[in-house]
């Protein structure tokens, strides 16, 4: 992995997926096409590793604390989060999760859907994570837990109506752009 690529990002296109499965526990058992071309590992490289080993360093805990808490009740949490690839390279994804059970209802595995993520969900959440990432070095991550559910509280939002809000938008110039478009159509 190369240090200097932590500031180059992979592009995702909005038709990728990428899906990871994973055991209970989050040790990957596999990784679609897709999956393995964006993030630069091959197959034999992924499987059997912990999801947490494409972890990029700039994501805050916290994030991932909220994301494993729903996925436990089983109830599936829509998370951006910032991924490393193999060069040491990133790239954004927007995560939803999907609970497999076995047949005595135990949680079997599961199955996470990544899709690109707008580039004005990430004028919000690069700054908000830049600052729990902060709190989070300097007074650990229950500290970082209290400044999210604050922000959130202010937005009288839960962290997935929050990120399914951002991820809507959309940004001025394309309003604009369809606007002028639909004048000469």
Not at 32 to 38: E, G, K, P, Q, S
Not at 73 to 96: E, F, L, Q
Request: net charge positive; glycine share 4%.
């Amino acid at each position: 992995m190369n240090e200097n690529l932590l500031d180059k990002e992979i592009s995702i296109s909005s038709r990728d997926i990428l899906v990871t499965r994973t055991d209970h526990a989050g040790v990957i058992n596999y990784g679609n096409d897709v999956f393995l071309r964006i993030s630069g590992y091959s197959s034999t490289e992924t499987i059997g590793q912990n999801h947490n080993f494409i972890r990029h360093p700039d994501m805050p805990k916290v994030i991932f604390y909220l994301m494993w808490k729903s996925i436990k009740k089983r109830k599936n949490i829509s998370a951006i989060v910032k991924n490393r690839a193999k060069d040491g390279s990133y790239y954004w994804v927007i995560t939803d999760f999907k609970t497999q059970e076995d047949y005595s209802g135990s949680i079997k595995e599961h199955i996470a859907y990544r899709r690109a993520v707008s580039k004005s969900a990430l004028e919000v959440i690069e700054p908000l994570y830049k600052i729990l990432l902060k709190i989070e070095k300097e007074n650990g991550m229950s500290a970082s837990i209290i400044y999210l559910n604050r922000y959130l509280e202010e937005r009288e939002l839960d962290y997935n109506t929050f990120i399914a809000q951002l991820n809507k938008k959309i940004p001025l110039s394309e309003i604009w752009s369809n606007k002028i478009k639909s004048l000469f159509s």
